[in-house]
């Protein structure tokens, strides 16, 4: 199985702040890789696939980069809505999987 | 608008059997891929299975593999995961998702329902 590894697990920032979340994955999976943001005890909520493309009606302040293994999520200009859980995904192949997720907290 | 409705959940022992179903509506069901994708409480995510448009094409985890069915029927835009032999691990909300852009096996999930608890307990 391709094993996701986030990091950090958790990160700390401020209302207005860009943070970066990345991605690795531990063989190489082209772009077939999305982001998710689950709130508190609600579904998960696609933000991005293939790597970059931005899912339907997600706000353009969240963009992806990469290729092969490494991956990056970033968030530009964060809101307190901003500040929950984010996990990537691979669908390059059979399981997928998921990252072990990254908790934004507010600082 | 996209919308996916799971039901089924509850309470079941260690040993029960379980069947979830999952209500889709506001696209053309047959022509997409469908999954099950599991959190146990205060962990992340874990995909469970797989079901082709024509459910010609079906793959489950590890996990789950021997214990639990997936079906779909198109006619009525329903999705099931029938879950038998329920183990204390299996205790999670349990989402189908539709796929979108499959590969081998995997799926970006693209749309969520709410998702169903299973608890398994004695």
């Known amino acids: 199985d391709i094993q996701m590894t986030q990091s950090p697990s958790s990160l700390s920032a401020s209302v207005g702040d860009r943070v970066t979340i990345t991605c690795r994955a531990s063989?190489?999976?082209?772009?077939?890789l999305a982001w998710f943001q689950q709130k508190p005890g609600k579904a998960p909520k696609s933000l991005i696939y293939?790597?970059?493309s931005l899912q339907s009606g997600v706000p353009s302040k969240f963009s992806g980069s990469g290729s092969g293994t490494d991956f990056t999520l970033t968030i530009s200009s964060l809101q307190p809505e901003d500040f929950v859980t984010y996990y990537c995904?691979?669908?390059?192949?059979?399981?997928?999987?998921f990252g072990q997720g990254t908790r934004l907290e507010i600082k | 608008e996209v919308q996916l409705v799971e039901s089924g959940g509850g309470l079941v022992q260690p040993g029960g059997s379980l069947r979830l179903s999952c209500a889709a509506s506001?696209?053309?069901?047959?022509?997409?891929?469908m999954n099950w994708v599991r959190q146990a409480p205060g962990k992340g995510l874990e995909w469970v299975s797989y079901?082709?448009?024509?459910?010609?094409?079906?793959y489950y985890a590890d996990s789950v593999k021997g214990r639990f069915t997936i079906s779909r029927d198109n006619a009525k835009n329903s999705l099931y995961l029938q879950m038998n032999s329920l183990r204390d691990e299996d205790t999670a909300v349990y989402y189908c998702?539709?796929?979108?852009?499959?590969?081998?096996?995997?799926?970006?999930?693209?749309?969520w329902g709410q998702g169903t608890l299973v608890t398994v307990s004695s």
């Open positions: 998702a539709r796929g979108f852009s499959c590969s081998g096996g995997g799926c970006y999930h693209d749309y």
């Open positions: 506001g696209f053309t069901f047959s022509s997409y891929t």
């Open positions: 079901i082709s448009s024509s459910s010609s094409t079906i």
């Open positions: 063989q190489g999976i082209s772009n077939y």
């Open positions: 293939a790597a970059s």
């Open positions: 995904q691979q669908y390059k192949s059979y399981p997928s999987t």
